[in-house]
C-alpha cells in the first residue's frame, strides 16, 4: 500500500511563510518524480512544482518560481514545499503526487495525498 501524507498547511497573512511536507510510505520511491499541485475552491487543479526524487532536478510553475522552494530528505522519504512571500491567490488545498513521470501533467501521477489546506489573508 502506497500511501502519500501531506502535512504543515495552515493560516497566514500575505508575505509570510509556510512548509508543507509530503511523507512517503510502503515503497522505495528513489526512482519516482514528486509534485505539488494545488486546487482553489471553484479552479481546476494547478500544478506547483515538482522534484525528482534521487536525481534532484526541479520545475516549477511561473506563479511560484522565486517564492517557492521544492526541496527532499531521502532519509526521511520526504519531500518539502517552502512557501515565502505568500500571496491570497496562493489560497488552496495543496496537494503531493508521485509518479516516474516528471512533468504537470495531474493524471500521469499515480499516488495522491490526501490534501492540505493553506489560507493566506489580506
Known amino acids: 500500500q502506497v500511501q502519500l501524507v501531506e502535512s504543515g498547511g495552515g493560516s497566514v497573512q500575505a508575505g509570510g511563510s509556510l512548509r508543507l511536507s509530503c511523507t512517503a510510505s510502503?515503497?522505495?520511491?528513489?526512482?519516482?518524480?514528486v509534485a505539488w499541485f494545488r486546487q482553489a475552491l471553484g479552479k481546476e487543479r494547478e500544478f506547483v512544482g515538482a522534484i525528482k526524487w534521487s536525481g534532484g532536478r526541479i520545475n516549477y510553475a511561473d506563479s511560484v518560481k522565486g517564492r517557492f522552494t521544492i526541496s527532499r530528505d531521502n532519509a526521511k522519504n520526504t519531500v518539502y514545499l517552502q512557501m515565502n512571500s505568500l500571496k491570497p491567490e496562493d489560497t488552496a488545498v495543496y496537494y503531493c503526487?508521485?509518479?516516474?513521470?516528471?512533468?504537470?501533467?495531474?493524471?500521469?501521477?499515480?499516488?495522491w495525498g490526501q490534501g492540505t489546506q493553506v489560507t493566506v489573508s489580506s
Open positions: 510502503g515503497r522505495t520511491f528513489r526512482s519516482y518524480a
Open positions: 503526487a508521485a509518479s516516474l513521470y516528471l512533468g504537470d501533467y495531474a493524471p500521469a501521477y499515480d499516488y
